[in-house]
Every structure is written in structure tokens, then in C-alpha cells.
């Protein structure tokens, strides 16, 4: 059993950790453990190396998201419960893209994009329920078109970060872009109401 304060040394270096990546990806352990307000001893008798660190703040991070996104509401017509899911997603990949960044780098393949599974899946879902209704194009498979929204979220984030793309730009494209690249050649792209 965990005592209450390792619980809350461990509460504290994850937030710090949150915090720290946020403003820089390369944010050395000594920084967390600082900001964190407890010595690299104890950072280290928890989290054994900045990858372990890492994946236990992609864990967290990857659960805050599916809580927000369980919040959204998807039911409806497909376009438009897609457009809240891409614009709930956005701001997520958005607040977080520094800490993905950092644990892209550091952890196995394998691991970084599986921590994506349960948001593809909630793409995935739309998209064939839109496919099934018309409403989507069939002629590419849905894991494509749902791998295709989530990279150009995360290019969204990269051209954000890099000065190159505003957020309400983000905001309003991203939704766009999707809901074409969903669109059926030759179809009308879905107008959601904003």
C-alpha cells in the first residue's frame, strides 16, 4: 500500500512534471523535481528514469482527455458529432502538445500511439456511423480517414507552436479539413453551424 505522502509526492511531480513539459518538452528531471518541491532522491524512488516519468504523465494526460471527451456529445447527425469531437480533441492535443511531444521522443512507438487508441476509436466510431449514413466517403478504409483527423490535429499543433497558425485559425480549420477529407469525391462537404 502506497503511504499518503508518497501518494502526494507523486501527485505533486506528475503535476509539475505536466507543468514543467508544458513550457518546455526538454524540462530536465532536476527541473520537475524542483518545481515539484521535493529532491531528485525522491523523484528518482518513484519514477526510475524520465521515460517511466513520462509514460505515468502520458497516462495521465491520456485520462484527463478521455474524461473530456467523454463529455462530448456525439450522437446525432455524423458531421456534426464529429465536428465536437475534432474541436474537443484539438484543444486537448493543443494543451498537451508539448508533453506529447516530449514523450514521442522518449518512448517506444509501440506505446506513444497506442496511448491514442481509445481517441481513434471514438473518431473511428463517427466516421463508419457517417460512412454507414452517406454521409462519409467508402472508398478509402475508415482506420485511413481516422488516422488522417488525428494527424492533422497533431500537424495543427506543430504549426500552432511554431508561430505559424493561430488558435482560433486552428479552431476553425482543422473542423473544415477534416469534414472535406471525409467528404465523398464529387459530394457537397458538409457547412456545420458554428
Known amino acids: 500500500m502506497v503511504r499518503a ?15 514543467c513539459l508544458t513550457g518546455n518538452p526538454d ?10 518541491g521535493v529532491g531528485r532522491v525522491t523523484l528518482y524512488g518513484h ?3 524520465r521515460a517511466e516519468l513520462l509514460d505515468a504523465v502520458l497516462t495521465r494526460t491520456m485520462a484527463e482527455a478521455d474524461a473530456v471527451l467523454d463529455a462530448v456529445d456525439t450522437a446525432g447527425e455524423p458531421a456534426v458529432a464529429l465536428t465536437r469531437l475534432v474541436e474537443a480533441s484539438w484543444q486537448i492535443v493543443h494543451r498537451f502538445r508539448s508533453v506529447y511531444q516530449a514523450a514521442g521522443r522518449e518512448l517506444p512507438p509501440e506505446r506513444f500511439h497506442g496511448s491514442h487508441d481509445r481517441v481513434r476509436r471514438r473518431i473511428q466510431t463517427i466516421i463508419e456511423r457517417g460512412r454507414r449514413a452517406g454521409v462519409f466517403r467508402t472508398d478509402v478504409p ?7 483527423a488525428v494527424g492533422l490535429m497533431h500537424a495543427a499543433a506543430e504549426e500552432s507552436a511554431a508561430g505559424r497558425l493561430t488558435d482560433h485559425d486552428a479552431a476553425v480549420f482543422i473542423p473544415a479539413t477534416v469534414l472535406a477529407a ?13
Open 27 to 36: 524540462a530536465s528531471l532536476g527541473d520537475i523535481a524542483q518545481a515539484a
Open 5 to 19: 505522502d508518497a501518494r502526494r509526492n507523486i501527485a505533486a511531480i506528475l503535476d509539475a512534471a505536466v507543468v
Open 142 to 148: 475508415a482506420k485511413w480517414l481516422t488516422a488522417a
Open 47 to 49: 519514477f526510475k528514469s
Open 182 to 194: 471525409l467528404t465523398a469525391p464529387g459530394a457537397p462537404v458538409p457547412v456545420v453551424p458554428r
